[in-house]
T-cell receptor
Framework: ETGVTQSPTHLIKTRGQQVTLRCSSQ?????VSWYQQALGQGPQFIFQ???????GRGNFPPRFSGLQFPNYSSELNVNALELDDSALYLC??????????????FGEGSWLTVV | GIQVEQSPPDLILQEGANSTLRCNFS?????LQWFHQNPWGQLINLFY???GTKQNGRLSATTVATERYSLLYISSSQTTDSGVYFC???????????FGAGTRLFVKA
């Protein structure tokens, strides 16, 4: 139990549709990061939010966007879904920014299938 | 960017056996963590170990930052140790955590 919760756990979408995934951080954590993990691979960094501002982004197109709310919960939005977007999406929270060397804690993930 | 390589990619053990997993990284790091991912996708933090040695029960880890590698030791393996073990690093001056491809461990009863 890491204290990080994600929803939904599983979902199926059609190519071209939009999806919103949600994450509640561990209590007191003000930094949240999102990762995409394709089958058989390690998680790939999408972006990080610190105190409601995006402060880092990986190699993902603009149709991947996010929000962090005042209570530090977060959303990941993906527009114009493609088949290759099928993956496990992981949310991780930490106290302060990762550059401070703090441990990050992961949620159980949201399994997205695009058909 | 920084490269993170894990070895071996796959490992099959008999219950009770010991093993060593390795993580090599190509540049200096602020942070290094080892994670275990269970079959349902949950990533559990095992160690936060940018340098030095730590032990937690049957698991221990050592990071030699100057030589850019980390080792995870599993002793007296159990079937519940099965899963994927990831090494993840945060490059110095960076903001994101970079994962290796993982070591897939299967422990046979």
């Amino acid at each position: 139990e890491t204290g990080v919760t994600q929803s939904p756990t599983h979902l199926i979408k059609t190519r071209g549709q939009q999806v919103t995934l949600r994450c509640s951080s561990q209590s007191g954590h003000n930094t949240v990061s999102w990762y995409q993990q394709a089958l058989g691979q390690g998680p790939q960094f999408i972006f990080q939010y610190y105190r409601e501002e995006e402060n880092g982004r990986g190699n993902f197109p603009p149709r991947f966007s996010g929000l962090q709310f005042p209570n530090y919960s977060s959303e990941l939005n993906v527009n114009a879904l493609e088949l290759d977007d099928s993956a496990l999406y992981l949310c991780a929270s930490s106290l302060e920014q990762a550059t401070s060397g703090n441990t990050i804690y992961f949620g159980e993930g949201s399994w997205l299938t695009v058909v | 960017g920084i490269q993170v390589e894990q070895s071996p990619p796959d490992l099959i053990l008999q219950e009770g056996a010991n093993s060593t997993l390795r993580c090599n990284f190509s540049d200096s790091v602020n942070n290094l963590q080892w994670f275990h991912q269970n079959p349902w996708g949950q990533l559990i933090n095992l160690f936060y170990i940018p340098s030095g040695t730590k032990q937690n029960g049957r698991l221990s880890a050592t990071t030699v930052a100057t030589e850019r590698y980390s080792l995870l030791y599993i002793s007296s393996s159990q079937t519940t140790d099965s899963g994927v073990y990831f090494c993840a690093v945060e490059p110095t001056g960076g903001f994101k955590t970079i994962f290796g491809a993982g070591t897939r461990l299967f422990v046979k009863a």
